[in-house]
């Protein structure tokens, strides 16, 4: 009786000098160690894997931002900026005044200089008339926000009066932007951030535009309105954000030196930034928050452009 001859042993598609008994579970080619992809059910092959994640959808979140908000590389980057600005303040105004009245800064003429002010520089002539495009006990002109300089709206997010105003603002920051970065993703988070920023500095603008203004604070009240509507959206209970907002509400319009026309105005735009990220229907979802933010955006600089117009006309 005649033996069978030995089966030869499969070798590795991609390395034939690799004998191997193990295959790819969806294209059943063999595979060596070094090919082989873990997956939910055996392994895979490369090219598998790669096909695989080619045609996988993304996972998104319940408003269609990116999971990678997770992260919170969003919030952790502001944070990151506001500090570094702080630091480059103080290599250039020293340490004299670090916990108030001037601020990072030890005269106005310098917090301007980074673009920290809302309104435009002032300084007060002899006779008490107010001349626009110089500012308070210095030589040095840089131009404000009737002058064309509209960045002026979004640096002065970044800009800070102390230690204590800069301290208050990014623990804030970080308590309510790693939460909604996380259920907006990245892009959405990031948008509702400047967008929010901005509409507090525009409202500052429109209602007391000689008054100096400065922080991130614009941006948070309008995080603390998206919050709002984002986790009712979602059928949490907002019993206590709302305790926090009314609180928050009331040391602005009883403690001094603080703009209540730029918290006002950043609370209510993250308000309605929120509730079109957060109730726009799922068909068509992205356009239709692209595009309201993008209108949002648009009624704000008309806003100032109208305001420039009527002061400098």
Known sequence: MSESPPTAAPVCYRHPSRE????????????CPDCMREASVGHQCPECVSEGRRTQRSARTAFGGGVAGRS?????????????????????????????????????????????????PVTLLTDGRVALGAFPGSGDVFGGIYDGNYYRLLTAMFIHYGILHLAVNMWALWMLGRNLETVLGPWRFLALYLIAGIGGNVASLLISPNDLGAGASTAIFGLFAAFFVIVRKLGGDTRQILLVLVINLVITFTVSGISWEGHVGGLVTGGLVGAILAYAPRERRTLIQAVGCGIVLVALIGLTVAKVASVTA
Do not use: D, E, H, M
């Open 20 to 31: 191997t008994w193990v295959r790819c579970t969806r294209c059943n080619r063999p595979i």
């Open 72 to 120: 919170g590389y969003v919030t952790k980057t502001i944070v990151g900026l506001n500090v570094l600005v702080a630091l480059i303040g103080l290599a250039f105004a020293g340490t004299g005044s670090l916990v108030g009245g001037g601020g990072l800064f030890t005269s106005a003429s310098k917090l301007q200089a980074f673009g920290g002010v809302v309104g435009p």
